[in-house]
């Protein structure tokens, strides 16, 4: 099957896309779909992360959002402004974090939910990180037992927890 684009070549990138129930194929040659890559196939907006974090900071920002590129405080290290901050969505440097930290802080509770990363621990190096995760949850289960009132359950939650601080103390302590 020759690339529906420029007749020419094979096609070996095979696009399906289908609207409210309408299906269509594109079948084009890798050379095409490098020239159209850029423009995207035809999914409008073009969604990057850079572009989605600019997007929270323009709403977090209210009055700040319409401020010229240049405009407002500047990061020390590399001089990047708050305005290139928020259109770009990027940071300059290392520093800009602790420098645009003000900004970030609720940026990041409405992203995640927290501004505290915890990611994921891989199941061979789980341990110790494991245990901590697992308290932590309990933690949290067990405050919304409490505010419940349901107390024989946050009682035994407590027990769990407490158990599980004391084995993680004794290991570090092995």
């Known amino acids: 099957m020759l690339c529906e684009r420029c007749g020419q070549r094979p096609a070996t990138v ?74 770009l969505g990027l940071m300059g440097c290392d520093s800009c ?24 621990v891989p199941e061979r190096t789980g341990g110790r990180a494991k245990v901590l995760k697992a308290i932590e949850s309990l933690k949290g289960q067990l405050q919304e037992v409490i505010s419940r009132e349901e107390f024989e359950q946050a009682a035994d939650l407590r027990d769990t927890i407490r158990q599980l601080e004391k084995n993680l103390d004794e290991g570090s302590e092995g």
């Open 97 to 120: 974090y602790s420098h645009f930290e003000e900004r970030l802080l609720p940026l990041l509770r409405r992203i995640h939910g927290n501004i505290r990363h915890t990611g994921k």
């Open 14 to 87: 095979h696009i399906t896309e289908i609207t409210n129930g309408s299906k269509k194929e594109t079948h084009i040659c890798q050379a095409c779909a490098g020239e159209i890559q850029p423009q995207g196939f035809g999914f409008v907006p073009q969604l990057n992360l850079n572009n989605f974090l600019a997007g929270f900071l323009h709403e977090l920002g209210g009055a700040g959002s319409s401020q010229a590129v240049d405009t407002g405080e500047k990061c020390e290290q590399c001089g990047m402004a708050e305005g290139q901050f928020v259109k």
